[in-house]
């Protein structure tokens, strides 16, 4: 078990190639590619304007890049994406840290441990936190707007499968749709417990079956709030200001941006503490099994995506399957190591299925609970 | 905000037992949700054809209920049938994708793809449906497409077998190797559209054309293009191709052009051997019997089409010039049983309906003891038993989806050694997806079919006087003072007389021949139309143009192969290609088609013109484009005219193509084929345009790497 760190970049698909290529060049050998998309504002054109102002949203092809690499390289890591790809140009992608628990691989499950090229530090802050979101399919959108419309960042988003009470039912469970939509964003620490009550309560997602919240920590990161699609006619985008103005201040707090929640809040907000993101990245189709065994064990239920590793062509060496699954379960810290059991028993992490967890701790979350004490 | 922890934990039991309320509580909902879907896909088209029918060419429904019974098996069928697929077909067909690359060599895996579109094809009956189509070709006509549709007929459907297995082939390559698809398009567009202007030298290949091209459209059926698609993009996944997220598409694309170069090519090695089209009078002459024996098996089976196909003086021609060799022939068939069977087909009877139907009055008064044995064959329906009909399409069900289903398994298992995903589920799609099939072919036979052979029927009512066969009439003691004259302008006069109907006064054309004055009666056949006799009927053309257009695009909207695509799409494109803008762009091309095809089968204008000009289009559309949607444009055509539309389309052309007098109806499946991949491709270039929601200027000049 070891510490490291895992990047994330969400990233226009058009400047993905070139980001792997530099990335590749500079002695990365391995990442992996979610594919999704982005939401943005777009004004209505001419007649359709004249009906209603309120813009379109437009979406985009999307990236979620994920790389793990060794915490001592983090940090070249991070600004040489950001200066390559030129991040702080407002509208390109976002990018953040976190530290994760690597609890156990396969042998061919690498963490990143040299890159070749040194960047200077440059528009990559710390105090802000991630919030991931998981509701029904075509959800997502509606909560995707919600929070452009506070101005925060503009999400990612991508599809996944859920398990959990449905699996238990036998072939019934084929009446109860499975089919997920995840979001992801980074926002200021200030914001962020806002940010996560609006889209609580606007996504109902303390309801049940409305879906799935969480709150965590990040290293460092650079936002992108580019929530609109259209530049305005000034010489600067307001989102460019902001960014030079960040860089100068070298801090985002000096932002006094309020987010609006509701003003009446009826009932105490029930969240869950002390909880662990637990990651299972394995080969395209044992996923589901393998939750399965987990819910044997007492993990309530799982999220998983398709994703797709890259890695640099070694051609020497064996390689891992591209097509991958990740399974995502949130679980109390203490079932931590007989997940692991039953995963070994399972043959997890031998060659068939070529697995790796990781963990990290979680704020706190929210969704629909039983018996609220 | 008061923040609580509580911990987070399950019952770590099996199943959940649940109890007969909450079962019904989850069921209904989701079968509800389901069928719904499908009733909104399917109602457009029927309410439709109905109003069309009843409203606008004003003729009811015949059958009515047997009809409504028919639709509600459809939209049934289609419920099941879909949910099959999702559930069991696709996920069964992803998994041995995802499992080849890593078990398999690439041979092994091309062998896999060649056998699964070779079975692919015999397993599914859509060139049956074309053969049927042809049973109105002539073989004086069209010599070289009468072999292939009749006695060569499997010779055929193994060409289109093997078109299908190499283009499963070349699209598995395309996935191992990245290579983009547009030179293939390119490549075999050219090649295709080559060899169509080539044939038109030979009139014996011109009007192969026609069928060569449906062939391309109509293979590639409900099943096969999902369980296509899913190992698609299956092997795609598992093979880390680089390209867009929608990789796994093409095969389909491939497999539409490839059996039209396939049919054509068999076209041209047959031609040496058949006679080019004639007058069916020389047809019948002794200086060609060699050259068209091929045409026929048998020596007799050859009399028999004469008998059948043609009137008493061509059989005077073939049987001898004279009166007398006929009269001969005749009577030795009369006496020899086995050789009636030999010359007529095993149909009991046969000979005795010929002799009524065909025969001069003294051939049947001499053979028959009774001249009243007419009437025993003149209004003969045929009366399919109920029982027949569900075996009859519940076995072609399981034609369509076992054998494919069990390919797979047996790979996955056996040779992949790997194990099926959620069996359960699995299991019950298959189950489901038979069932599904069975119900969508009775609903389809009984309900669509039959409502799209009377409008395809009446619908030249619209600009042409038709005759209602059904609805032939004998008026008694008819008054022959009653008739009056009328003159036309060349002199020539006309008779007519008042039939009092239903408070109306009807004017009827009189005829002598149909008025027998021993019985005093009148026996005649009432027509209709034409609706529109404006400049020659031709309101009446434009109104079937537009008919044609939303039966295409109506049709197209109720497609399963169709809805199962889109799915995928939206799926793969993480919902940036919404479903419903797929189905309405391919359907409005299809509509766009079928309105060409109406025009191409009234007015008689060769298929090339209609159809090349598209395709060269299309492959500078196609040099335009993004990858993502050349993919998804391409292999959305090869998905339209499936089970749904090509009955009616067929109806509709066949109808069409006998009021105006063609020699073959083809072409209107092909054009239908081919304007949808121009509206996918126009709608992408369109969202190309708009999307970017970062301007040029961000993008670096070194950072554009497509």
Redesign the interface.
């Known amino acids: 078990m070891k510490i490291i760190s895992r990047i994330s970049i969400f990233l ?4 993905t ?2 980001l792997i ?1 530099q990335l590749k060049n500079s002695g990365l050998t391995d990442l992996q590619i979610t ?4 939401n ?1 504002f777009q004004q209505k054109k001419g007649v359709r304007n004249f009906f209603s102002s309120e813009p379109d949203l ?4 999307l990236d979620v890049i994920t790389i793990l690499v060794d915490p001592t390289i983090e940090d070249s890591v991070l600004y040489f994406i950001v200066q390559t790809m ?1 991040l702080k ?1 407002q ?2 992608g976002s990018i953040f840290s976190e530290r994760v628990r690597m609890i156990k691989g396969h042998s061919l499950c690498r963490v990143n441990s040299t890159f070749m090229k040194k960047a200077e530090s440059t528009g990559i802050f710390s105090g802000l936190m991630g919030i991931t979101c998981i509701v029904q399919r ?1 959800e ?2 509606r909560l995707a707007q919600v929070i452009l419309n506070t101005g925060t960042c503009v999400p990612a ?3 996944g499968l859920g398990t959990g ?1 449905r699996d ?9 749709p499975a089919e997920k ?1 995840i979001l992801q964003l980074v926002a200021r620490q200030e914001e962020a417990d806002e940010v996560m ?1 609006l889209m609580i309560e606007q996504g109902n997602l303390d309801q049940p079956g409305k879906g799935f919240i969480y709150l965590y920590q990040i290293e460092k990161g650079l936002i992108n709030t ?1 929530t609109h ?1 259209d ?1 305005p006619p000034h010489i600067a985008t307001l989102e460019q200001v902001v960014a030079e103005l960040d860089h100068l201040k070298g801090n985002l707090r000096w932002r006094l941006h309020n987010v609006e929640g509701s003003s009446e ?1 009826s009932e ?8 662990v993101e637990f990651r299972l990245t394995c080969n ?2 044992y996923g ?2 393998l939750v399965k065994e987990a ?7 799982a999220t998983i995506f ?1 994703t ?3 890695f640099a062509d070694s051609s020497s060496q064996m390689q891992i ?3 991958r699954e990740v399974c995502n379960m ?3 810290e203490n079932l931590l190591e007989n997940v692991i059991r039953i995963l070994e028993i399972k043959r997890a992490f031998e060659d068939e299925i070529a697995a790796i967890v990781e963990a990290r701790s979680v704020d ?2 929210c969704t629909y ?1 039983v018996n ?2 | ?10 019952p ?5 037992h ?1 109890s007969f309320r909450e ?1 019904w509580g ?2 209904l ?3 509800g949700k389901r069928i719904g879907e499908q009733s909104k896909a399917v109602l457009f088209l029927v309410l439709y054809l109905i109003l069309f029918q009843t409203i606008i060419l004003g003729i009811p429904i015949a059958e009515v209920l047997v009809i409504a019974g028919g639709l509600g098996a459809v939209i049934l069928g289609l419920s099941f049938f879909l ?1 099959g697929l999702i ?1 069991g077909l696709m996920p069964l067909g992803e ?1 041995v994708g ?2 080849l690359p ?1 078990k398999a060599s690439l041979s092994m895996v091309l062998a896999f793809g060649f056998i699964l579109g070779l079975g692919a094809t015999f397993a599914e009956p859509a060139i049956g449906v074309l053969k049927t189509a042809g049973a109105s070709v002539k073989a004086w006509e069209a010599p070289l497409l009468f072999l292939l549709l009749g006695r060569y007929a499997h010779y055929l459907v193994y060409a289109v077998g093997i078109g299908v297995g190499f283009a499963v082939i070349l699209g598995l390559i395309r996935f191992y190797y990245d290579w983009s698809l547009k030179p293939y398009i390119i490549i075999l567009t050219l090649l295709l559209c080559g060899m169509t202007l080539a044939s038109y030298f030979s009139p014996n290949l011109q009007l192969l054309t026609g069928i060569a091209w449906d062939c391309g459209g109509i293979t590639t059926g409900p099943v096969t293009v999902p369980l296509v698609l899913a190992l698609g993009i ?1 092997i795609c ?4 191709s ?1 390209r ?2 929608t990789g796994g598409f093409g095969i389909v694309t491939l497999a539409s052009l490839l059996p039209v170069a396939a049919v054509l090519g068999l076209g041209l090695y047959f031609l040496a051997k058949v006679p080019a089209p004639m007058t069916a009078a020389d047809f019948c002459r002794k200086e060609v019997r060699e050259k068209i024996k091929i045409l026929f098996p048998t020596q007799e089976s050859l009399i028999g089409y004469v008998m059948t196909q043609m009137g008493p003086a061509e059989l005077e021609i073939f049987l001898g010039e004279s009166a007398d060799s006929v009269n001969q022939f005749i009577q030795s068939l009369a006496q020899d049983p086995k050789l009636q069977q030999r010359v007529f087909g095993i149909e009991p009877a046969a000979f005795k309906k010929w002799i009524v139907s065909k025969g001069l009055p003294e051939q049947s008064l001499s053979l028959l003891q009774d001249g009243n044995s007419s009437g025993e064959f003149q209004n003969k329906r045929l009366h399919l038993s109920k029982s027949g009909l569900f075996l009859r399409n519940m076995i072609v069900a399981v034609q369509a989806i076992l054998p494919l289903a069990f390919l797979l398994m047996i790979v996955l298992l056996w040779f992949l050694r ?2 099926v ?2 069996k ?2 699995v299991l ?1 799609g298959i189950f489901l997806g038979l069932i599904g099939l069975s119900f969508f072919n009775i609903g389809i036979e009984t309900g669509l079919t039959k409502l799209g052979n009377q409008v395809g029927q009446m619908l030249p009512s619209s600009f042409e006087e038709i005759p209602l066969a059904a609805q032939r009439k004998t008026i008694e003691n008819f008054d022959t003072s009653l008739v009056q004259t009328a003159i036309r302008a060349d002199g020539k006069k006309e008779r007519f007389f008042y039939e009092y109907k239903g408070k109306e006064y009807l004017r009827r054309s009189f005829d002598p021949h149909y008025y027998d004055p021993q019985t005093k009666t009148y026996t005649f056949i009432p027509s209709r139309g034409p609706l529109f006799a404006f400049r020659q009927g031709m309101l009446g053309v434009l109104l079937v143009v537009v008919f044609g257009f939303f039966l295409g695009y109506g049709a197209t909207l109720a497609e399963p192969a169709l809805n199962a695509l889109g799915i995928k799409v939206q ?6 290609f919404k479903k419903r803008i797929l189905t309405h762009s391919v359907a409005s091309g299809v509509g766009l088609g079928t309105a060409l095809g109406v025009i191409k089968v009234v007015w008689a204008i060769p298929l090339s013109l209609l159809l090349l000009p598209p395709y060269f289009i299309l492959i500078f559309l196609t040099l335009f484009s993004k990858d993502e949607f050349v993919e998804i444009g391409w292999d959305s055509a090869g998905v339209t005219t499936g089970p749904v539309t090509v009955p009616l389309v067929l109806a509709m052309g066949l109808g069409l193509g006998q009021a105006v007098g063609v020699v073959e109806g083809f072409g209107i499946l092909a054009l239908a084929s081919v304007y949808p991949i121009l509206t996918v491709l126009l709608v992408g270039l369109l969202l190309q345009h ?6 040029n200027p ?3 000049e ?5």
Request: hydrophobic residues 35%; charged residues 25%; aromatic residues 6%.
């Open positions: 226009l698909r058009e400047l190639p070139f290529l594919s999704g998309r982005m943005t437009g979406s985009d092809a030129k140009i509208g390109r075509d997502g959108d988003l991508y599809y009470l238990k039912l036998g072939l019934l469970r084929i009446t109860i939509e009550e580019r699609r530049p809040v105490p907000r029930y969240y869950l503490k002390q909880l395209e189709g589901a099994e819910m044997s064990a007492g993990v309530a239920g398709k797709k590793h890259h399957s591209p097509a949130i679980i109390s706190k979350a609970l609220k004490k | 905000m008061m923040e609580t922890g509580i911990y987070l934990q399950q770590s039991s099996g199943k959940v649940v079962f989850l069921l909902p989701y079968a949910e559930l998994m995802l499992q890593r299956g996944r598992a093979v880390g680089n867009s997220d790997a194990r995903p959620r359960d589920e019950f799926e793969l494109t993480v919902g940036r708009k999307g970017g929601a970062v301007s961000s993008l670096a070194g950072e554009k790497i497509s």
